[in-house]
């Protein structure tokens, strides 16, 4: 299995890139993981906040491959721990072959196309976060959880 994560705009803050980064770079000693970035959409500040919702979401759906399991990053979702979360992802590498893909919305969330072609939502919190710091949250989740999955100590209970 491959874990594609798919977000909206590239990160913008070189800080909040470089710790990406970091933590992308120790993920793949554990499993294939790539991050796929949608590009900005032009003349954003024309549209209002439904259209551009619809627009993200069409570019959503345009990446997804045969197979794709998809998940959405969304506050209403499921919640876990740590290490439940682990134990979520062992379990994805048993069922799903190719992509586990997780997906954060933009701004505004996402549109119904997308909610409807989801498997899944998973909540990181209950708190609203921008759609440039989730990312480096969950990376460091994945991180997290293969440290679990491998013993190794990194997560203190
Ligand atoms: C600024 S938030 C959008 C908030 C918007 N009110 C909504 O209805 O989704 C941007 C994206 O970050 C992600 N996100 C923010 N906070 C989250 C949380 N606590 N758990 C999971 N994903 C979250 C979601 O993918 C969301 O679409």
Known sequence: MKISLIVIGKTDASYFVDAINE???????YIPFEMEIIPDIKNVKNLREEQQ?????????????PGDYLVLLDE????FTSM?????????????????????????GFSEAVYKAASEKISLSKMTFSHQM??????????????????????HE
């Open 23 to 29: 933590y992308k770079n120790r993920l793949v000693h």
């Open 53 to 65: 919702k619809e627009k993200e979401g069409e570019l959503i759906l345009k990446m997804l491959q």
């Open 76 to 79: 209403h979702g499921k919640s």
């Open 84 to 108: 439940e979360f682990a134990t979520y992802l062992e379990r994805k590498m048993h069922v799903v072959s190719k992509r586990l893909v997780f997906v954060i919305g933009g701004p505004y």
């Open 134 to 155: 989730i990312r480096l949250i969950f990376v460091e989740q994945i991180y997290r959880a293969m440290t679990i999955l491998n013993n190794e100590p990194y997560h």
